[in-house]
């Protein structure tokens, strides 16, 4: 079965960064389309950024647009997000997902391969 591990979340002060990581096994992250998702409590998951499989695109959500940056290191079969210039808002459980589709979408179903989400938190 298919396996992301995500890691890299933290505790972090506003203005800071972080950047995470989703591990792929059993299977090549270039060969799906790869997307970030946020939880916040009691806020439905949101897409964050997404990576098109094969040509490499991304998109993001307007509310992170010039401070988050996904990018893929196919070597290690790594998807990363670094987020810069982080808000208190930002904080929420982050989740990579993959999908065989060949455009990216910010609807959670429509990814069938989910990570457990790893913890980011900005505050003072």
């Known amino acids: 079965q298919l396996q992301l591990v995500e890691s890299g979340g933290d505790l972090v002060q506003p203005g800071g960064s972080l950047r995470l990581s989703c591990a792929a096994s059993?299977?090549?992250?270039?060969?799906?389309?790869i997307g970030w998702f946020r939880q916040a409590p009691g806020k439905e998951r949101e897409g964050v950024s997404c990576?098109?499989?094969?040509?490499?695109?991304?998109n993001y959500a307007d509310s992170v647009k010039g401070r988050f940056t996904i990018s893929r290191d196919n070597a290690k079969n790594t998807v990363y997000l670094q987020m810069n210039s982080l808000k208190p808002e930002d904080t929420a459980v982050y989740y990579c997902a993959a999908r065989t589709g060949y455009y990216c979408s910010v609807v959670p179903r429509e990814f069938g391969f989910w990570g457990q989400g790893t913890q980011v938190t900005v505050s003072s």
């Open positions: 990576m098109r499989r094969s040509t490499g695109s991304t």
């Open positions: 059993r299977f090549t992250l270039d060969g799906y389309t």
